[in-house]
């Protein structure tokens, strides 16, 4: 199959959607392939092993991707990308940059069905499931997965938050908000992978984070985020993300509550995440105590107005 790469190039140009998908899929199964080859096979192979893919054969695949998966590309045709390139993300981790700009550009409808968790989904597992995605009988069923369920996940995160860095945006959209959270999943983290990289997430996310828990559409998705670095299994993951929240935690504070009557739906999600880490370990408990008094005496007033003392007694 990699002796006909030189005729991709050529289909590469085809303008019609489903030669572009098609391709897609084909040159992420080949990256797979040569991928898992490379980490069963080398000279020790046995006699009969596949001759291994040369760097020239992989970077003219990789060419291939980047000429058809573009964010500017066919709706369609990016959707199946996200799907077939998801399983390859982690042996070729330059896909990683284009990969999130294509998903955050997905029309919302497209993105959360990729998004969806697996026990959410219709079709079996990692929420499988076959769409035609125009309407006919001339038209090929495509196979779309839970993404969130497969891809690196710290890896997605991290790349997420270094485009939120370099953008200097002062705030970031639902469509990153979705992204990011997916990107948390499993709660756990990966035990293999220290909290040195996902705290490293979070120090880049924090000012967005803690600005979304008073924003109407984000408040909610923004304590899920926070409260996945709070109460990570991960104990220097935890202590350490709540400790650099109080700044930042406090700032919103006082803007929720700085007036009477203000931001009453986003205060009660704020209110639901701080009182779920004070029933937790004693450790969450007392860094929770300590940045509540901290707000008491820096905002009394709007201290008086969250309600919030209730945690303090």
């Known amino acids: 199959m990699l002796k006909l790469l030189p005729s991709f190039e050529l289909l590469a140009s085809d303008e019609w959607w489903e030669v572009q998908?098609?391709?897609l899929l084909l040159c992420a199964s080949l990256l797979n392939r040569i991928a898992v080859s490379s980490r069963h096979g080398g000279p020790d192979a046995g006699e009969g092993a596949e001759e291994p893919a040369s760097a020239e054969e992989v970077d003219c695949l990789m060419a291939v991707v980047s000429r058809l998966f573009l964010a500017s590309g066919s709706k369609n045709v990016l959707q199946v990308g996200l799907t077939a390139l998801v399983h390859v993300l982690q042996d070729y981790p330059t896909l990683l940059p284009v990969y999130v700009s294509v998903l955050l550009e997905q029309p919302a409808n497209l993105r959360q069905r990729l998004l969806r968790l697996p026990?959410?989904?219709?079709?079996?597992?990692?929420?499988?499931?076959?769409?035609?995605y125009v309407a006919g009988s001339s038209s090929r069923m495509y196979d779309e997965t839970c993404i969130s369920a497969v891809w690196p996940h710290l890896d997605v995160a991290r790349t997420l938050a270094r485009q939120l860095e370099a953008s200097q945006e002062p705030r970031f959209e639902l469509e990153h908000a979705q992204v990011l959270l997916a990107s948390l999943l499993p709660p756990e983290f990966d035990e293999r992978r220290p909290g040195r990289v996902a705290l490293e997430v979070f120090e880049k996310v924090k000012q967005y984070v803690f600005a979304a828990l008073a924003d109407p559409d984000l408040h909610r998705l923004g304590a899920q985020i926070i409260e996945r670095f709070w109460l990570s299994s991960v104990e220097p993951l935890s202590s350490a993300s709540m400790a650099g929240s109080r700044g930042p935690l406090?700032?919103?504070?006082?803007?929720l509550h700085a007036a009477p009557g203000r931001a009453a739906a986003e205060g009660a999600s704020l209110a639901q995440l701080l009182r779920g880490t004070a029933g937790g370990d004693s450790a969450a408990a007392a860094e929770v105590a300590g940045i509540l008094e901290a707000f008491r005496e820096t905002y009394p007033a709007e201290f008086e107005r969250s309600q919030l003392g209730e945690l303090l007694r």
């Not at 026990?119 to 035609?132: F, H, P, Q, V």
């Not at 406090?250 to 803007?255: A, E, G, M, N, V």
């Open 119 to 132: 026990e959410d989904a219709e079709g079996g597992e990692l929420g499988m499931t076959r769409l035609a």
């Open 21 to 23: 998908a098609q391709l």
């Open 250 to 255: 406090l700032q919103t504070l006082r803007l």
